[in-house]
């Protein structure tokens, strides 16, 4: 079964300080994409980050890196230097097949909450 | 970037109205798009995949007849919600597929700002 887990409902973190942002997946196919969504309480998704299940390297996007462990089935969120703008909740989602058709499979989330 | 228009933003109707969201993309064609529900602090749920020209596929459980999908052109669709009950009280979401992550060949989607229903 297709299946995305986050196992942090919440996530504490200072400003500056670097957080990491837990995501495990499932999937029998080969090839899949794996993505970072931001949604504030506006309720916008905003894409952060994409790994291809392919792709050699660990994606970094700005404040934003991946870190990919294909054979663990994990891809989890690193933030830099946290912000207080940071503060929202995250989804990793999954593609199966990463077919561009293909519709995109959620975790349940995590809240991050980002004091000064 | 490109961009997907949702309207309403809101909407606030009566127990056994319809009420119609609008999905848009703006810049780019949309052969497909997909429609999300999101309960308050929870995940998304894939409701249906919308294609241009032809019937929508739903998820497993999402009754057609009371979320109605049009995807008439390239550049909208429509969810439907038909006589709707407090219970279809949510925030929904569509997405269209962008462009490509630059170096990655894949394909992001882009999301429309949402649609928060509230039934009375």
């Known amino acids: 079964a297709q299946k995305i887990t986050q196992t942090q409902p919440g996530m504490f973190v200072q400003e500056k300080e670097a957080v990491t942002l837990d995501c495990t997946y499932d999937t029998s196919d080969p090839s899949y994409g794996l993505f970072w969504y931001k949604q504030p309480s506006s309720g916008e998704m905003i894409f952060l980050i994409y790994?291809?299940?392919?792709?050699?390297q660990n994606a970094t996007e700005g404040r934003y890196s991946l870190n990919f462990q294909k054979a663990r089935k994990s891809a989890n969120l690193v933030i830099s230097a946290s912000q207080l703008g940071d503060s929202a909740m995250y989804f990793c989602?999954?593609?199966?097949?990463?077919?561009?058709?293909?519709?995109?499979?959620f975790g349940k989330g995590t809240t991050l909450s980002v004091s000064s | 970037g490109a961009v997907v228009s949702q309207h309403p933003s809101r909407v606030i109707c009566k127990s056994g109205t319809s009420v119609k969201i609008e999905c848009r993309s703006l810049?780019?064609?949309?052969?497909?798009m997909f429609w999300y529900r999101q309960f308050p602090k929870q995940s998304l749920m894939l409701m249906a995949t919308s294609n241009e020209g032809s019937k929508a596929t739903y998820e497993q459980g999402v009754e057609k007849d009371k979320f109605l999908i049009n995807h008439a052109s390239l550049t909208l669709s429509t969810l439907t919600v038909t006589s709707a009950h407090p219970e279809d009280s949510s925030f929904y979401i569509c997405s269209a597929r962008d462009g490509l992550v630059p170096g990655s060949g894949a394909n992001v989607l882009t999301f429309g700002a949402g649609s928060r229903l509230t039934v009375l």
């Open positions: 790994q291809g299940s392919y792709d050699q």
């Open positions: 810049d780019f064609q949309a052969t497909t």
């Open positions: 989602a999954m593609r199966p097949s990463n077919q561009a058709g293909t519709a995109l499979i």
